[in-house]
């Protein structure tokens, strides 16, 4: 199965967009510097008070259906 590397660095002040409705979803890089647009909702276990940051692995079916989604340590 596909799989992509991301690291993430969004502040919860960025990601407050999302709560106040204005935002659905979050526009990414891979670390192969390909896109990735991601519905905000898969995000939010990993919110913590001063937002999101990490490297994630994305694991994806062929067809782009979004399979997993989880931090690397």
């Not at 990601?15 to 891979?30: C, I, M, P």
Request: overall charge positive.
């Amino acid at each position: 199965m596909p799989s992509l590397v991301l690291d993430i660095a969004l502040p919860a002040e960025r990601f407050r967009a999302v709560y106040q409705g204005r935002a659905n979803r979050v526009l990414l890089f891979s670390r192969d510097g390909r896109k990735v647009s991601l519905p905000a909702h898969h995000l939010r276990p990993f919110l913590r008070e001063a937002g999101i940051y990490g490297a994630f692995a994305l694991e994806f079916s062929d067809a782009g259906e979004l399979l997993s989604l989880r931090p690397l340590q």
